[in-house]
């Protein structure tokens, strides 16, 4: 098993892993669910041929983190660094045939880090309407003696067409307000509450509220570049409706599989790492029983460090 960790774990680490016989039971329920199909699917499988057979017109959302344009190995998978050109080709190779599963009021993002960012733009414009770019502050990560530290990663919003969904109201943050200010002893636009006095603000594109997993949140695992289930949380109510269905062809773990069965939308997510469809399998599972997304309740997303 490449994600079982065989040292023992500090008592407060909730990072999830896999025994061997819940390996074995995950491993039968992958192939049964890839054979079932449906609108919630885990299929383990390389994204080149699984795109090809999946029906077209279909997804309202595509999520896409694709490796970095970074030598760096995920479980089984080694990805090698290419030359600019050469991974402009590569996003090319699977993004074309995203483009046909697509309803025209979908919305596609596409992550990457400062490297990768211009070829995701220019790929990513090809075929789609670029709308916006989302930098989302990654406080993780080694500093460097010569250089800053690179704490930041970019996500590519692009629609298939003007006309789809943004659901305004489902993604303000709620922040606290410094300086309250009353008209007529009534303070205007925020609220009071014995916490403090928060303000729901509109969403912008520079995000400072996302903690990327790490071992004591229940949803970490030994997953190298895990993305956090709230940042996917937002992407998806903000672009997706109840019941509709979102695309993921890097799957990883299942972050993304795992917000949406959190927030009642259908998925299906491509991974060819077996050992990672297994943990997003047993994260499916959990999801059943523990809907919470840390630092979203109430229907709202909280700033960073406000207990929530």
């Not at 990457?112 to 670029?130: C, E, N, P």
């Not at 594109?205 to 937002?234: C, G, R, Y």
């Not at 991974?271 to 994260?283: G, N, P, Q, T, V």
Request: glycine content about 6%; some cysteine.
């Amino acid at each position: 098993m490449g994600q079982k960790n065989t040292n023992a774990r500090a008592a407060r680490n909730r990072t999830i892993d896999l025994s061997d016989d819940e390996a074995s039971l995950y491993r039968e329920r992958l192939a049964l669910n890839y054979a079932r199909g449906g609108d919630e699917q885990l299929i383990c499988a390389d994204a080149f041929e699984a795109l090809t057979d999946l029906p077209a017109g279909t997804f309202d959302m595509l999520f896409a983190d694709p490796p970095y344009n970074l030598t760096k190995d995920f479980g089984s998978e080694r990805f090698l660094r290419k030359s600019d050109d050469a991974y402009e080709e590569w996003l090319d190779s699977w993004l074309r045939f995203c483009v046909r599963l697509m309803k025209e009021t979908a919305s596609i993002y596409i992550c990457g880090d400062w490297r990768s960012s211009s070829a995701i733009q220019s790929v990513g414009s090809r075929y789609f309407k670029l709308q916006n770019r989302i930098t989302w502050e990654r406080e993780k990560g080694r500093g460097a003696r010569a250089n800053w530290k690179n704490a930041a990663e970019d996500i590519w919003f692009f629609t298939v067409s003007d006309k789809y969904t943004f659901n305004l109201d489902a993604v303000k943050q709620r922040r606290r307000v410094i300086a309250p200010y009353t008209e007529n002893g009534t303070p205007k636009d925020w609220n009071r509450t014995e916490n403090g006095n928060f303000r729901d603000t509109h969403p912008s594109n520079i995000w400072t509220d996302i903690s990327v997993p790490f071992w004591s949140m229940p949803e970490n695992t030994d997953h190298p570049t895990q993305k956090p289930e709230k940042l996917l949380a937002k992407i998806i109510l903000a672009s997706t409706n109840a019941g509709d269905l979102v695309l993921d062809p890097f799957a990883g773990v299942g972050t993304t599989a795992v917000a949406a069965k959190k927030l009642g939308r259908h998925f299906v997510a491509i991974e060819s790492d077996e050992d990672h469809c297994l943990l997003a399998l047993k994260r499916l599972k959990m999801a059943e029983t523990d809907k919470s997304i840390q630092g979203f309740s109430d229907g709202v997303f909280w700033e960073r460090n406000s207990g929530r």
